[in-house]
């Protein structure tokens, strides 16, 4: 079974710039999540879909990050215009359904931003 | 809110020898889950362990094992035998029980770095 993929593995943009992250999900996964991983820190939840909803986007900076997930299926998330803030890993995971019990998050390998 | 707390930035065993790593949390839910996750250098989030807060009885997965106190809100991990494919940064996660499509993300401490010595 193929793992959650990411792409780009790094990125480095300079301030002011957009940039945007893709997420496609293990296959036949309901839930979809995007994580921020600041130098130092634990993942930190940006945004939860399930299938092509969003289910909570309550620390998403809305004023500069979006997402979507069109079809239900892959992700993109936008950062425009990007802060030396934003320089994180970008890590995005996939269950098969919204909180249920027996099911983990699987995560991708992560996107390493460095705004310059 | 909850609150996950490891006040532990860095630990050292050496090789083969026992290490605990400890959390604690914050919450006003009695029925949650809580997890240990290992990241290696590659950036890769991987699931150690995992705990149900209704059951009493401490996780174990291997080498890995829990003290889980609810009362105290505590939920260390124990690794035995510590091998240097161990070394990482280890967090301990904690997301609540699912209820009827709400969001379920996970709430993450800050972590601790495993350091293993030959």
């Known amino acids: 079974e193929a793992g959650v993929a990411q792409s780009p593995r790094y990125k480095i943009i300079e301030k002011r710039q957009s940039v945007a992250f893709w997420c496609n999900p293990i296959?036949?996964?309901?839930?979809l999540y995007w994580y921020q991983q600041i130098l130092g820190q634990g993942p930190k939840l940006l945004i939860q879909f399930q299938n092509n909803g969003v289910v909570d986007d309550s620390q998403l900076p809305k004023d500069r990050f979006s997402a979507e997930r069109l079809k239900g299926v892959d992700s993109t998330l936008k950062i425009q215009p990007a802060k030396l803030e934003d320089s994180a890993v970008y890590l995005c995971?996939?269950?098969?359904?919204?909180?249920?019990?027996?099911?983990?998050?699987?995560f991708g390998p992560g996107t390493r931003l460095t705004v310059t | 809110a909850q609150t996950v707390t490891q006040s532990q930035p860095e630990m050292s065993v050496q090789e083969a020898e026992t290490v605990t790593l400890s959390c604690t949390y914050d919450?006003?839910?009695?029925?949650?889950?809580l997890f240990w996750y290992k990241q290696p250098p590659s950036r890769q989030m991987i699931l150690v362990i995992r705990q149900e807060a209704y059951k009493q009885q401490n996780a174990t997965e291997n080498r890995f094992s829990v003290n889980f106190q609810k009362a105290a809100k505590s939920f260390s991990l124990k690794i035995s035998d510590s091998q240097l494919g161990d070394a990482a940064m280890y967090f301990c996660a904690y997301r609540y029980r699912y209820s009827g499509g709400g969001a379920d993300g996970l709430t993450f401490g800050k972590g601790t770095h495993l350091i293993i010595q030959p």
């Open positions: 296959s036949g996964h309901a839930t």
């Open positions: 919450t006003s839910e009695s029925d949650y889950y």
């Open positions: 995971a996939s269950s098969p359904t919204a909180g249920t019990v027996s099911y983990e998050q699987y």
